[in-house]
């Protein structure tokens, strides 16, 4: 079962679309490095939301279960511009006991150039307690 729940999560490939706007923007017109991790942040709440159908990650923190963000390696390979739409592309790449392995992909829609790609490495808790959760329990309690 728990093997059969993992392949399943790690087939899923999710993708956003992002509207850069010109808080995002540096004074050259050109998305700041920073707000990349506010992108794969849309990522990851956008695939969360996908396979967690039609239960929402916006109720799972209002039960008081969070994902909070252990480590990111981020590589930056071109840039937006205010007014652009970007691709985030995300998917797991893998699942430990209490952690999960993000992959992100941006991507300017118009020509598909890769922007930046990131692994992030979240860990599941429980919010009142910051105690950690098995995600696998987790995902098989809710798909």
Do not use: W
Not at 87 to 98: A, H, N, P, R
Not at 99 to 106: A, P
């Amino acid at each position: 079962m728990k093997n059969n729940l993992i392949e399943k999560l790690i087939e899923v490939r999710d993708s956003t679309r992002v509207k850069v706007r010109f808080n995002d923007t540096d004074a050259m017109g050109i998305v700041h490095f920073k707000n990349y991790v506010v992108y794969f942040d849309d990522g990851f709440v956008s695939f969360m939301n996908n396979i967690l159908s039609p239960k929402r990650i916006e109720d799972t923190l209002h039960e008081g279960t969070v994902f909070g963000v252990k480590k990111v390696d981020i590589t930056y390979e071109g840039s937006a511009k205010f007014g652009d739409y970007v691709i985030v592309e995300t998917q797991i790449k893998k699942i430990g006991t209490s952690s999960i392995t993000f992959q992100h992909e941006i991507f300017r829609e118009f020509d598909m150039v890769l922007l930046a790609k990131v692994e992030c490495v979240r860990l599941a808790m429980e919010l009142k307690t910051n105690k950690l959760l098995n995600v696998i329990d987790f995902f098989a309690n809710y798909l």
